[in-house]
């Protein structure tokens, strides 16, 4: 079992940065892969970015790529996504989650831990 804490959302002007945290409970974390997720008012939860379980191998969509970076400190059971150049359309909850995995998964089913989320709104 694993339970996950997200930190960090909050309103932040476009152009600005954000970094959020989430925090793992538990003394297996480095044998999760973690992904941060985003969903919209209205929208699917869709895939931000992904973390392999060393950090070696990292994921990003398509739409943050160059803005976002995903990092995880295993000594500390906590991931980060580094969120700058940020603009409207990245307004979202931000979700931590977590999956017992080889490879790095991309979709929401693959992951089995999931953290309760923090809001992120970007002012145009």
């Known amino acids: 079992q694993v339970q996950l804490v997200e930190s960090g959302g909050g309103l932040v002007q476009a152009g600005g940065s954000l970094r959020l945290s989430c925090a793992a409970s538990g003394r297996t974390f480095s044998s999760y892969v973690m992904g941060w997720f985003r969903q919209a008012p209205g929208k699917e939860r869709d895939i931000v970015a992904a973390?392999?379980?060393?950090?070696?191998?990292?994921y990003y969509a398509e739409s943050v790529k160059g803005r976002f970076t995903i990092s995880r400190d295993n000594p500390k059971n906590t991931v980060y996504l580094q969120m700058s150049s940020l603009k409207p359309e990245d307004t979202a909850v931000y979700y931590c989650?977590?999956?017992?995995?080889?490879?790095?998964?991309?979709?929401?089913?693959?992951?089995?831990?999931w953290g309760q989320g923090t809001q992120v709104t970007v002012s145009s």
């Open positions: 989650a977590a999956g017992l995995r080889v490879t790095v998964p991309t979709t929401v089913s693959r992951y089995d831990y």
């Open positions: 973390i392999s379980r060393s950090g070696g191998t990292t």
